[in-house]
């Protein structure tokens, strides 16, 4: 149902202000709005959202200066969360596959991927900002929002603060300074994660990504973009199984990254087409040296001991003698649909895969599931080339 700001009851205290301030701020809402999802049609229902939902809220800002800010953030994350609906809907119009289109083969999946893969770290980054902002005076932080988050002119903003330019951009400036500190201090896990400072040492770090095999810890990683590095590891799997989920090098690949979910993301893309057109060729460009290498489907007992999988992929290059091998868990959670579930539901829990017989044909049976949602996602693969058969979302 939609909600007007005129047709508001004072029922509170501080109801008259706050209807007031929203009566001011709903053109900029619908800018900002539109500017997130591009389409103003929907950005209007989202404004209104955004009013119902500050209006119904019982954790309102002390002051009512602050009320733009807090406006501006409502409106950020319900757009998010129309975002976030529009992507699970689109997972459920998949249909299901019987074969393998290569991602590649289809630049409008592609396109899709990677601006998904950038309103994801925007969003997530976002939040880290507004848990740094939290922690900055009002004033300063609305001078730094309007600046830098609403793109205002430094004369509108200082007409607004009722300063003048110089002071307002001192206030900018030490707002930055601020920012630098809480980020390099109390946020500087975080911070490291996304790049946002500098590396000092070679040490794992703590990821924003939850471990997608048992769903409990998130990923400890290193990246050293430079190098063409990217390692990601869960602590707890790690310890039982002393298998990375992640270890690449490729400068090519990482060059100028500075997120781990982004590399994460882009390294799955890689590595899906490669072992896919690898088992298809029979022979694979070793990513170390590039000379040519055979790939085969490898059993249980052909994977080293700690591999717990019953089918995997192996490359062993006769040039520089690297070997190259992914288990069929970690093959499928290279697949763009998984991807895509897992983007939808951050925790997953992955079982191991089984071995079934699918109209008289051998085949695996492989699940994911969401570890605080009841949704799940089934590969069917073919058991001896690891074709994917069928993938069922319920």
Request: hydrophobic share 40%; proline share 4%.
């Amino acid at each position: 149902m939609a909600i007007d700001t005129d047709t508001y009851e004072e029922h509170r205290a501080d109801a008259a202000p706050l209807a007031q301030v929203m009566r001011a701020q709903r053109t900029d809402l619908l800018r900002w709005c539109i500017h997130l999802v591009g389409d103003a049609d929907v950005a209007e229902d989202l404004v209104q959202e955004t009013l119902t939902a500050a209006w119904r809220s019982l954790r309102r800002p002390a002051r009512s200066e602050e009320y733009p800010a807090w406006l501006a953030g409502i409106a950020r994350n319900v757009c998010w969360s129309w975002k976030r609906r529009q992507r699970r809907e689109s997972l459920r119009l998949v249909p299901l596959v019987d074969g393998e289109i290569p991602p590649e083969a289809n630049p409008t999946v592609v396109e899709s991927q990677l601006h998904f893969e950038i309103d994801l770290e925007r969003e997530e980054l976002a939040l880290l900002l507004d848990r740094a902002l939290a922690q900055l005076p009002a004033d300063t932080r609305e001078a730094l929002i309007r600046k830098y988050i609403d793109e205002s002119p430094l004369a509108e903003i200082a007409a607004r603060l009722g300063l003048t330019a110089g002071a307002t951009a001192a206030r900018l400036h030490r707002g930055k300074l601020a920012l630098r500190r809480i980020f390099t201090t109390t946020l500087r896990a975080e911070a490291a994660s996304y790049g946002l400072i500098g590396s000092e040492d070679e040490e794992w770090r703590q990821t924003r990504i939850w471990c997608p095999s048992c769903g409990a810890q998130r990923l400890l990683g290193r990246l050293a973009s430079d190098d063409g590095l990217l390692m990601l590891r869960c602590p707890g799997c790690f310890g039982r199984s002393h298998t990375n989920l992640a270890s690449w090098t490729d400068r090519a690949l990482f060059q100028g990254m500075k997120s781990y979910r982004s590399s994460l993301s882009r390294l799955s893309r890689y590595a899906h087409g490669y072992y896919r057109r690898g088992l298809a060729n029979g022979m694979a460009c070793c990513v170390r040296c590039g000379h040519e290498a055979p790939v085969r489907r490898a059993h249980a007992n052909e994977l080293p001991h700690n591999v717990e999988e019953i089918a995997g992929i192996i490359i062993h290059c006769p040039g520089c003698k690297r070997t190259a091998l992914t288990g069929l868990n970690g093959l499928l959670l290279c697949h763009p649909q998984v991807q895509q579930f897992w983007r939808a539901h951050p925790r997953i829990v992955t079982a191991p895969s089984q071995k079934i017989t699918v109209d008289g044909r051998a085949a695996t049976l492989t699940r994911f599931a969401a570890r605080t949602e009841a949704a799940w996602l089934e590969v069917v693969s073919d058991w001896e080339t690891l074709e994917t058969l069928r993938i069922q979302e319920g």
